[in-house]
């Protein structure tokens, strides 16, 4: 059955929203003014002026300069990464939260130089957005400069997103892909669509049968990358972050269809100003997502699961929270409703052993890291403690849920200024 309602003030989460823990993870909220304009605030001009000359040209860096530059970037990184203050204590290697593909940094004082481009596009990208949004005076106006050449080299670098290779490679449920073809059939027919983020290419082609264009923004090069195997070459994939649609023209097309990329996006707020500067007037924001609701036994299990994973050495997994009430909330505080439409309702019966069977596999988009072998091992040690059979038979709902938002034109009528788009409650 379909049910829908329009947002015009606070509601409550949808079903499985994530709550304030996520018992194994490492819970990563949404920014807040007064955590991000911290994090601005301790970045010297040094530092700016040192991440302007990695994006610029490394090899005119000094090796002196290079040799302490990760204990001067890595805290920056980390806090970008994990969306809190810097943290400028030494800590232990083990408990630094870098993404994959920078983890080395975390273990020495010197910057690699074949890193050092990468490693300060990663940063100021980030931190020049973050600036330019919050009209932040500390901001190095030469490193401002750089902000587009260092977001092309942050999407040439695989493992630096918030999201993962298994999570974006996981394939829709149906009900989710008959949700977006209700979707592309009723709203995108005929019309120029920008998706934002793309996987597998699965919504890419059921959007691209029915629109009179699809441009794709995906910041993964991996993705690009398959998706240039799945898709027709009428599709045109860009390089380029959701809080940076790079070479997409402004007021260039009808609707942006966000199946789950602003979860990972940094910052949720900034990326629907990019979505409202390419649309045209009128333009629609539509969000397809998909939530869970498990039972309480499978819950337990789970907890125990990854807090065991914890105990014999393993690094937490980061959980980012969606965020989709908070940029829903920030639209209806600036006076632009959402309509929220419940697509789809079901449930899923099975034991809790068929449902840990992914958490053996290599399905599970979380655990990619970690040996199936020590998997196994974890799973095997909490069994009996909890007390719960294997063959315990648990229900999960699940529900696909259905939004879309006026967008176009509707930022630039009704906000002030681009600081605007961070001013949600701490």
Same mark, same amino acid.
């Given at each position: 059955m379909t049910t829908a309602h329009t947002v015009g003030?606070?509601?409550? $989460?949808? $079903?499985?929203?994530?709550?304030?823990?996520?018992?194994?993870?490492?819970?990563?909220?949404?920014?807040?003014?007064?955590?991000?304009?911290?994090?601005?605030?301790?970045?010297g001009g040094d530092t700016w002026s040192l991440l302007a000359a990695l994006v610029r040209?490394?090899?005119?860096?000094?090796?002196?300069?290079?040799?302490? &530059?990760?204990?001067?970037?890595? $805290?920056?990184?980390?806090?970008?990464?994990?969306?809190?203050?810097?943290?400028?204590?030494?800590?232990?290697p083990l408990r630094r939260h870098l993404p994959p593909v920078f983890a080395v940094l975390a273990t020495g004082t010197s910057l690699p130089r074949h890193l050092a481009p990468s490693a300060g596009a990663w940063c100021l990208a980030r931190l020049a957005t973050y600036a330019h949004h919050l009209h932040h005076p500390g901001a190095d106006p030469r490193a401002l400069a750089q902000a587009d050449r260092a977001w092309s080299i942050v999407t040439m670098i695989d493992d630096s997103h918030h999201t993962t290779a298994?999570?974006?490679?996981?394939?829709? $449920?149906?009900?989710v892909t008959d949700t977006i073809t209700d979707?592309?059939?009723?709203?995108?027919?005929?019309?120029?669509? /920008?998706?934002?983020?793309?996987?597998?290419?699965?919504?890419?082609?059921?959007?691209?049968?029915h629109a009179r264009r699809l441009i794709i923004a995906e910041p993964s090069p991996a993705a690009r990358k398959a998706l240039a195997t799945h898709l027709a070459d009428t599709v045109d994939v860009h390089a380029a972050d959701p809080m940076r649609l790079a070479g997409i023209p402004d007021h260039n097309a009808d609707a942006v269809l966000d199946h789950g990329a602003l979860a990972v996006t940094d910052s949720?707020? /900034? *990326? /629907?100003?990019? *979505?409202?500067?390419?649309?045209?007037?009128?333009?629609?924001? /539509?969000?397809?997502? &998909?939530?869970?609701?498990?039972p309480q036994p499978l819950t337990r299990l789970h907890t125990a699961f990854r807090t065991e994973l914890h105990r014999r050495g393993h690094q937490r997994q980061r959980f980012v929270d969606p965020g989709h009430r908070h940029h829903i909330d920030w639209l209806t505080s600036h006076g632009i409703p959402t309509r929220?439409?419940?697509?789809?309702?079901?449930?899923e019966t099975r034991t809790l052993d068929q449902y840990t069977d992914t958490w053996l596999d290599t399905s599970d988009p979380y655990l990619p890291t970690i040996p199936t072998t020590t998997r196994t091992a974890a799973l095997t040690g909490v069994w009996p403690r909890l007390g719960l059979p294997r063959h315990h038979r648990c229900t999960t709902v699940h529900t696909v849920t259905a939004t879309t938002t006026a967008l176009g034109g509707a930022i630039d009528r009704r906000t002030r200024s681009p600081a605007a788009v961070l001013t949600h409650r701490d």
């Open positions: 003030a606070t509601a409550a $989460p949808p $079903p499985g929203a994530p709550g304030t823990t996520a018992a194994g993870f490492d819970h990563v909220r949404p920014w807040t003014p007064r955590v991000l304009a911290g994090v601005l605030d301790a970045v040209d490394p090899g005119y860096v000094p090796a002196h300069r290079l040799w302490a &530059a990760a204990t001067e970037i890595v $805290p920056v990184m980390e806090a970008l990464w994990m969306r809190r203050a810097v943290q400028h204590t030494p800590v232990s298994g999570l974006a490679g996981h394939e829709p $449920p149906s009900h979707l592309a059939t009723t709203h995108l027919a005929g019309r120029d669509v /920008i998706q934002l983020g793309a996987g597998t290419g699965t919504v890419a082609a059921l959007i691209a049968a949720p707020t /900034i *990326a /629907i100003t990019e *979505a409202a500067r390419v649309l045209r007037p009128g333009g629609l924001l /539509i969000g397809v997502l &998909a939530h869970q609701r498990r929220v439409t419940t697509a789809a309702t079901w449930t």
